[in-house]
C-alpha cells in the first residue's frame, strides 16, 4: 500500500496513523507516502493535524505539512501551539510554522514566546513538567528567528528577551538565525562559558530541532567542548588516584 499510492491505498494509510497503529519504522513510511503523493494526501494529512491523538501523528503531520508549505494548516497549527508545552517529548509545532514560514505564525509565536515574563513554580507550571512551558517558550523564541519577513517586529520582541536571564540564551540564538550576524553566535558562547546561562539544557535541545544548519553545529560545538572540560577535570584525579597506588 505504501508502493500503491492510491487513494484507497492512502486513506488506509492515514487510518493506521491516526490511531497510531505502528509506532516507528512502518508509521514513518506511511507518513513520507502521504506528502510524496501530496494531492490525496494533504487532506488527510490536515485531517490528521486537527484530529490526531498522539504527539506522533500530530507532530509528523505538521512536519509534512510544512514541508510541502500548505497555507491552509497554519491556523491549525497556531491552535496547537498552545498546548505543545510537555517536556522531551513534544510534537515541536513552533518549529513546524518557522519551517512552513508564513507569516500569520509571529502574534501567536510571540505570545508563547512572551519574553519578559519570569517563569514562576508552580505558578506558571502547576505539574512541574521538568520545564516543559518555560523549553516550549525557546522553542517559539528559536522560531521566531526564521521570519526574515517580518524582520523589524521579531528582532524589536528578541532584544526585549535579552533583558529577562531565563531567556536571553534563546532570544541570542533567535536574533543570530534572524540576521545571521556570527558576533550573536560569540556572544552566546561566552555566555554559557561564563556560566551566566541557567538553562543550557533547553537551549541545546532547542538548537539542535531548529531547521538552521549554523544552530545545529553551534549546539553539538558546546555539547561536545562540555563534555571535553568534564574529562579535563577528571583527568588529574584519576592521574592522583595512580600515583597513591
Known amino acids: 500500500m505504501i508502493i500503491d499510492g492510491s487513494a484507497v491505498s492512502l486513506g488506509f494509510l492515514a487510518a493506521l496513523c491516526l490511531h497510531h497503529s505502528d509506532h516507528g519504522a512502518v508509521e514513518d513510511r506511511a507518513f513520507a507516502a502521504l506528502e510524496k503523493n501530496s ?41 496547537q501551539l498552545p498546548a505543545d508545552v510537555r517536556f522531551g517529548w513534544v510534537a515541536n509545532i513552533a518549529e513546524s510554522l518557522a519551517l512552513l514560514g508564513n507569516d500569520k505564525a509571529v502574534p501567536g509565536l510571540i505570545k508563547l514566546a512572551d519574553v519578559t515574563h519570569q517563569h514562576q513554580l508552580p505558578k506558571d507550571d502547576p505539574m512541574n513538567m521538568s520545564g516543559g512551558r518555560l523549553a516550549a517558550r525557546f522553542r517559539a523564541i528559536v522560531a521566531m528567528g526564521a521570519f526574515g519577513s517580518q524582520k523589524k517586529v521579531v528582532r524589536q520582541e528578541l532584544e526585549k528577551g535579552l533583558k529577562n536571564p531565563q531567556v536571553s540564551s534563546a532570544c541570542l540564538a ?12 560569540q556572544t552566546l558562547k561566552t555566555t554559557i562559558s561564563e556560566q551566566k546561562d541557567t538553562n543550557l539544557f533547553l537551549l541545546l535541545i532547542t538548537l539542535e530541532d531548529a531547521n538552521d544548519t549554523d544552530l545545529n553545529t553551534f549546539a553539538k560545538e558546546i555539547k561536545s567542548a562540555k563534555e571535553e572540560t568534564k574529562q579535563e577535570k577528571a583527568t588529574p584525579a584519576t592521574n592522583l588516584d595512580n600515583e597513591r597506588k
Do not use: H, M, Y
Open 174 to 185: 533567535g536574533l543570530f538565525r534572524l540576521t545571521k550576524d556570527k558576533r550573536l553566535l
Open 39 to 79: 494531492k490525496e494526501g494533504i487532506p488527510l494529512l490536515l485531517n490528521l493535524l486537527e484530529n490526531g491523538q498522539s504527539i506522533c501523528t500530530i507532530g509528523q503531520s505538521a512536519d509534512a505539512l510544512a514541508r510541502l508549505k500548505v497555507a491552509a494548516a497554519v491556523d491549525l497549527l497556531l491552535k
